[in-house]
C-alpha cells in the first residue's frame, strides 16, 4: 500500500520513523457531469478572474481572504516555518481507557507501517505496551496543512491511528431529542428486548452495499441495451407507525422466521399470546380479533364473494398446519346442523299436514251425522202429524 505521509512517532525520548497508510477505501460508484441534450462531458476549469485565462496548477497558490474581500498570500515556506512540533512527528501525549473516547470524534483511519529495519523492535515494543495496558494512546500530528489529534490502538499485530476531532468541533445535541414527556410501557420494552435478542449477533462480514451493487447493475444493463424493471415496494419504509406494540411483535415474529425459529422455541415462547394487527389491516381487511375461553387468540376476518360480494366466511388459522384441519372440521360440522335442521323442519311439516287431514275427516264426519240426526226427526214428526 502507498503511504500518504512519513514521519516517526514520539514515545517519550524514543522516536519511532513510520510511514501512514489509509486503513479504509472507497467503493461508491462515482458519476461525471454530461450535457443532457448532446451527452457531451462537463468539466470545470480553473480561470483567473482578473484576465478570464484559464489557469495551470502550477501558478495556484493559497491566500487568506480577508473581511474586506482583499487577498493575503500564504505560501508553503510560511507555513514550513511555523514552531509546528507535530509537522513530521505523531507526538503521544497521553495513555487513556478506550471508552473514554467519544465515537463521535472519531475520523479517518490510518495503518502506521515501521518505515526501516531498526524500526521495528521500538514498534513492536509500543505495540506491545498497547496491548497489555489495554489502553489506547491520544497524540498530535500534523496532516495536509493543520494539526490534528490521533487515536493509536492495536488492530492485529499492526498499530492503527484513527484521526479524532477536537472537543470543540462537537456540536451539542441541543433541540434534537423529542419534545414533550414521551412514556414507554414496560410491555414495549420488553417487546424491544425480545427483538433485539432476536436478531441477535451478525457477521460483519457478511455485510455489503446492497445500493452500489444495484447501481453497478443499472449500469451493466443500461451498457448492454437492456432496462431493469423498478422493485416492488413493500410498504415497509413509508415511516408509519401505527401501532408501536403491534410493530414490534410483527418484527419479533419477522425476525424469528428469518432465523427458522418459528417452528421450535418461538411457537413456544407466543403461545397463548394475542396476535395483534394494526389499525390500517383491520379497517381494509375487516378482521376482527376474539379470545377463547383458553387464552388463545382467534382471528376472524370478513371477505367477500367475488370483487365485493357480502357473502362472509370465517376462518381461524393461528398455524397453517392446523387451518385445514380445523376449516373441514368446521365445514362438516356445519353440513350436519343443516342436515338436522331440515330433517327437523321436514318432520313438522309432515306432522301439521297429517293433523290438517284428520281435522278434515272428523268434520266430514260430524256433518253427515247431523244430517242423519236432523233426517230422522223429520220422519218422526211426519208419523205425529198423520
Not at 458519476?31 to 480553473?46: C, L
Not at 472519531?106 to 495503518?111: G, I, P, V
Request: aromatic fraction near 4%.
Amino acid at each position: 500500500m502507498r503511504s500518504i505521509w512519513n514521519g516517526a512517532i514520539s514515545f517519550g525520548l524514543v522516536s519511532i520513523p513510520i510511514k501512514l497508510v489509509n486503513a479504509t477505501e472507497n467503493h461508491s460508484v462515482s458519476f461525471r457531469q454530461v450535457h443532457v441534450p448532446d451527452g457531451g462531458r462537463i468539466r470545470y476549469r480553473k480561470v483567473c478572474e482578473l484576465d478570464g485565462e484559464e489557469v495551470d496548477a502550477a501558478d495556484i497558490g493559497k491566500a487568506y481572504e480577508d473581511a474586506d474581500g482583499s487577498m493575503i498570500p500564504i505560501t508553503d515556506e510560511d507555513l514550513s516555518s511555523l514552531p509546528l512540533p507535530t509537522a513530521k512527528t505523531i507526538e503521544i501525549v497521553a495513555f487513556v481507557p478506550a471508552d473514554t473516547i467519544d465515537p463521535l470524534q472519531m475520523d479517518a483511519a490510518y495503518y502506521l507501517s515501521a518505515n526501516g529495519v531498526p524500526a521495528a523492535k521500538p514498534y513492536t515494543l509500543l505495540r506491545e505496551a498497547l496491548k497489555r495496558s489495554q489502553k489506547v494512546a491520544l497524540a498530535k500530528y500534523a496532516l495536509r496543512g493543520r494539526e490534528r489529534l490521533g487515536m493509536l490502538r492495536v488492530v492485529d499485530d499492526v498499530i492503527a491511528m484513527h484521526g479524532l476531532l477536537w472537543p470543540d468541533e462537537i456540536r451539542a445535541p441541543e433541540e434534537v431529542a423529542p419534545e414533550g414527556d414521551v412514556s414507554v410501557r414496560d410491555a414495549e420494552l420488553d417487546l424491544a428486548d425480545a427483538l433485539m435478542n432476536t436478531l441477535g449477533e451478525v457477521d460483519m462480514d457478511s455485510l455489503h452495499d446492497d445500493y452500489r451493487e444495484a447501481v453497478e447493475e443499472l449500469i451493466a444493463a443500461k451498457a448492454s441495451g437492456e432496462t431493469l424493471a423498478p422493485p416492488e415496494s413493500d410498504g415497509s419504509g413509508d415511516g408509519k407507525v401505527i401501532d408501536l406494540l403491534a410493530a414490534l411483535e410483527n418484527s419479533v415474529r419477522a425476525a424469528k422466521e428469518a432465523r427458522g425459529d418459528d417452528e421450535g422455541e418461538g411457537r413456544g415462547a407466543d403461545e397463548g399470546k394475542a396476535s395483534v394487527t394494526s389499525i390500517a389491516d383491520r379497517k381494509s381487511s375487516g378482521s376482527t380479533t376474539r379470545r377463547t375461553p383458553t387464552g388463545k387468540s382467534v382471528s376472524r376476518t370478513s371477505t367477500g364473494s367475488g370483487s365485493g360480494g357480502g357473502s362472509g366466511k370465517s376462518s381461524s388459522s393461528p398455524k397453517p398446519s392446523g387451518a385445514k384441519k380445523s376449516t373441514a372440521s368446521g365445514t362438516g360440522k356445519q353440513a350436519a346442523k343443516k342436515s338436522a335442521a331440515g330433517g327437523r323442519s321436514g318432520a313438522k311439516k309432515t306432522a301439521s299436514k297429517s293433523a290438517a287431514s284428520k281435522s278434515a275427516a272428523s268434520k266430514k264426519k260430524t256433518t253427515a251425522a247431523a244430517k242423519k240426526q236432523s233426517g230422522t226427526k223429520a220422519a218422526s214428526r211426519k208419523r205425529a202429524s198423520a
